[in-house]
C-alpha cells in the first residue's frame, strides 16, 4: 500500500495533507502523483468525481511552483463555477504551508473587478470557467506565456458543455511546450478525439471504478409505460422515507416539470438546470446539501457542480444512451464506503440502452416490481411508528399543555387512541394508494418474476449452427425428449460447433441421459451442465475474461434470445387457450394486455 511518504513531495504538502486527516493517498493520488513529480509530458487521467482528484493534480503543481517567479504558471480549467471554487478552496488547504504560493479563482457569474485585481496582484497559479478565463485574456489582465501546466477537470463536461471554441482559444495563448493534464470521469469517444487533436502521445492513467460501478451500488430497473414513469417514481420514492437522492431527467423543461409535480404532490422536491440564475441554483444545492431537499430533480449538467457524498438514490428517470452517463451518475452515491441505489425507470423501447449498460457495468441489472399500495403503506407507517418510537420528549416542556389532553382522551381505550393517532397521520396516504393498479406491464412481471426464481441449469450440446441449428430446431428437440411436460427453458445461445442451453434444473441427469440416449438428425449428442448463469459477474474484466476462456457455467447473454415456457409439449392444442400459445414465438417484450387506467 501507498504511503504518502512514499510519494517525495514536499514536507509541507505532507504536513497539509496530515492536517486534513489524509491518511494515505486516493488510488487516482497513488497513480498520478508519482508519474506527475516525475514526467512533464501530457496525461490523461480517468477517476470519477469525489476521488480526491483535486489533490492528485494538485499536490505536483504546488511541488512545481516557483514562488520566485512572478508568472502564472498553473492554469486549472473547470467547467462551473461551484469547481471552481471548489478546487481553488481545496487547493489553499493544500498550500497552507507554502503561503508565498498565490492562487487565484477566476469565474463567471460574479463581479469581473475584484478577479481582476486579485490576477494583477499576482498568481502562480489561476483555476478559471473558460468564459471567464478568456475574458481576462482579452482584457490583458491574464497572461499565459509563462505556463507551464494546463489542467482540464471534468474535461468530458467542459466539452460536453460546448467549451470547445473557448477551450481553443485560451490555448493558442499557452506554449506549445507545456503540459497539459487532462482529468475526465468519462472518455466518450468524441471527447478522445478532441484529446488527442491537442495533446501529444498523452498517457493515460485509469484508477479504476471509472468504467465499473462500485461494488456497493445496487443497480435496479423498472419497467412500465412511458406514462406511467412519474407514478412509478413516486412510488419508488414513497418505498423509501428516508430517500437522499437525484433524479436525472434528460431536459430543463422535464426536470422542472417533474421537480413541480413533485412539490404539488407534498415531496421535498427540487430542480437544478442551466435555465436558472446562478443565484437560484446555488439555494437550490445549499438546500440539497442541508438536506431541507430530499430529492433533486437535475440534469447532468447542472448537477456536476455538486459534490454530496451521502446519497442514498440515483434515479434515472430515462435510462441514459450512454453507459459512461449511467456509470457517471450511480458513482455519485455508494461513496465514502456506504452503499448506494442506482434505479432505471424504463419503458420497453429503453431495453437496448439496459443492456449496453449492463455490459459496461459487467453485471446484470435486477429488475423490480413496482411497489404497490399495501408494501408502501406498511413502510410508511414502519417508518412513522419507528419516528414516534425515537422522538425525544421534553416532559418538563411539554407536560404543561398535556394534562387536558389526557383528560380529554380518557374515555378512549389504549387500541382506540393508537389507531386514531395512526388515522390522522395515514388516512390521506392509505385513501390514495388504496385500489392503485399494477404498473408493471403483467405479463412482463411474471415472466421476470419467474427468472428471478427460477434455477436453471446450463447444458452444452455438441449442436451448433455448422449442424444447421436453430433456437427453434433446439426447443424442438427438448420436447421430443419427453423428459417432462412444461419444462421451463432460459437462454440460448448457439455458436458454430456447439451450443448453450439453459433447462430447468430439477430435471438436469433426466435430460443429461435424454441428450446423449437421443440423436439430433444423425448426430450423437455429446452433453455436459454448468451452473446457472444466474450470477452477477464482479467486474468488466472479468467479464470479458470469462468470455474469452468459455467457461460454460459462466455464459450470460445479454442479448437475451428467448424466455418461456417449452410449449412444444403433448398434443398441440387449437386455439387461444391452449397452454403457452404465445410461447409458440419468441414471447414479445410487452404485451398488448389492458390494465386499469393509473390514478
Ligand atoms: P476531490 O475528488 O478532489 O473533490 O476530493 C473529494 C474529497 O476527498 C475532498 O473532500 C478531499 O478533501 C478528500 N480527499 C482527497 N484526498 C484524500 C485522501 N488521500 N484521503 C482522504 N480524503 C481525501
Not at 470557467?129 to 482579452?138: A, E, H, K, L
Not at 455438441?462 to 436453430?470: A, D, E, Q, R, Y
Request: with cysteine; hydrophobic share 35%.
Amino acid at each position: 500500500m501507498t504511503k504518502f511518504t512514499d510519494l517525495t513531495l514536499p514536507e509541507p504538502i505532507l504536513r497539509a495533507a496530515r492536517d486534513l486527516g489524509f491518511e494515505k493517498p486516493t488510488p487516482v493520488q497513488a497513480l498520478t502523483i508519482p508519474w506527475l513529480l516525475e514526467n512533464n509530458s501530457d496525461l490523461i487521467a480517468l477517476a470519477q468525481t469525489g476521488t480526491g482528484k483535486t489533490a492528485a493534480f494538485g499536490f505536483p503543481l504546488l511541488s512545481n511552483t516557483d514562488i520566485e517567479s512572478k508568472s502564472v504558471q498553473s492554469l486549472i480549467l473547470c467547467p462551473t463555477r461551484e469547481l471552481c471554487l471548489q478546487i481553488t478552496k481545496d487547493l489553499q488547504a493544500y498550500a497552507k504551508y507554502l503561503p508565498r504560493v498565490k492562487m487565484v479563482a477566476v469565474y463567471g457569474g460574479a463581479p469581473i473587478y475584484k478577479q481582476k485585481e486579485a490576477l494583477l496582484a499576482g498568481a502562480h497559479i489561476v483555476v478559471g470557467t473558460p468564459g471567464r478565463v478568456n475574458d481576462m485574456i482579452r482584457q490583458n489582465v491574464l497572461h499565459l506565456q509563462e505556463v507551464n501546466q494546463l489542467v482540464l477537470d471534468e474535461a468530458d463536461e467542459m466539452l460536453n458543455m460546448g467549451f470547445k471554441d473557448e477551450l481553443f482559444e485560451i490555448m493558442s495563448h499557452i506554449p506549445e511546450s507545456k503540459q497539459t493534464l487532462l482529468f475526465s470521469a468519462t472518455m466518450p469517444k468524441d471527447v478522445e478525439h478532441l484529446a488527442n487533436s491537442f495533446m501529444k502521445g498523452a498517457t493515460r492513467l485509469s484508477a479504476g471504478g471509472e468504467d465499473k460501478g462500485a461494488e456497493n451500488i445496487e443497480h435496479f430497473f423498472y419497467k412500465v409505460q412511458a406514462r406511467d414513469k412519474y407514478l412509478a417514481l413516486k412510488r419508488i420514492a414513497d418505498m423509501s422515507p428516508k430517500i437522499y437522492g437525484i433524479i436525472f431527467c434528460r431536459t430543463r423543461n422535464e426536470t422542472q416539470d417533474i421537480a413541480n409535480k413533485l412539490q404539488q404532490d407534498g415531496y421535498n422536491a427540487d430542480a437544478l438546470h442551466g435555465d436558472l440564475s446562478q443565484a437560484q441554483r446555488e439555494l437550490v444545492m445549499q438546500r440539497f446539501r442541508s438536506k431541507y431537499v430530499q430529492l433533486l430533480v437535475a440534469t447532468d449538467v447542472a448537477a456536476r457542480g455538486l459534490d454530496v457524498d451521502d446519497l442514498s438514490h440515483i434515479i434515472n428517470y430515462h435510462i441514459p444512451t450512454d453507459p459512461d452517463i449511467y456509470i457517471h451518475r450511480s458513482g455519485r452515491t455508494g461513496r465514502a464506503g456506504k452503499s448506494g441505489i442506482s434505479i432505471s425507470i424504463m419503458h420497453s423501447k429503453e431495453a437496448g440502452a439496459l443492456k449496453a449498460v449492463e455490459k459496461r457495468l459487467g453485471r446484470e441489472i435486477t429488475w423490480q416490481k413496482v411497489p404497490g399500495g399495501r408494501e408502501i403503506c406498511q413502510k410508511q407507517l414502519f417508518h412513522f411508528i419507528d419516528s414516534v418510537e425515537k422522538v425525544e420528549v421534553d416532559e418538563e416542556q411539554i407536560g404543561t399543555f398535556l394534562s387536558n389532553v389526557y383528560k380529554k382522551l380518557s374515555w378512549m381505550t389504549r387500541e382506540e387512541l393508537i389507531q386514531r393517532f395512526v388515522a390522522v397521520e395515514f388516512n390521506r396516504f392509505l385513501n390514495y394508494y388504496k385500489d392503485i393498479p399494477d404498473l408493471d406491464n403483467p405479463v412482463q412481471a411474471k415472466r421476470q418474476e419467474a427468472k428471478k426464481d427460477f434455477k436453471f441449469s446450463t447444458f452444452r450440446l455438441n449442436l451448433g449452427s455448422k449442424h444447421g441449428l436453430t433456437k427453434r430446431d433446439l426447443m424442438r428437440y427438448v420436447n421430443q425428449l419427453k423428459v417432462s411436460r412444461g419444462i421451463e427453458i432460459g437462454q440460448i445461445n448457439i455458436f458454430g460447433d456447439y451450443c448453450l442451453i439453459e433447462l430447468d434444473s430439477n430435471y438436469e441427469s433426466e435430460l443429461l441421459q435424454a441428450f446423449v440416449s437421443n440423436k439430433y438428425k444423425g448426430v450423437t449428442v455429446e452433453a455436459s451442465v454448468g451452473k446457472a448463469p444466474k450470477t452477477q459477474h464482479s467486474s468488466k474484466d472479468d467479464w470479458k475474461e470469462r468470455r474469452k476462456t468459455k467457461k460454460i457455467d459462466d455464459y450470460v447473454d445479454h442479448d437475451t434470445t428467448y424466455y418461456g415456457r417449452n410449449i412444444w409439449e403433448g398434443t398441440p392444442k387449437k386455439g387461444k387457450d391452449k397452454p403457452g400459445f404465445k410461447g409458440k414465438k419468441k414471447i414479445a417484450p410487452d404485451s398488448k394486455t389492458k390494465r386499469k387506467k393509473t390514478p
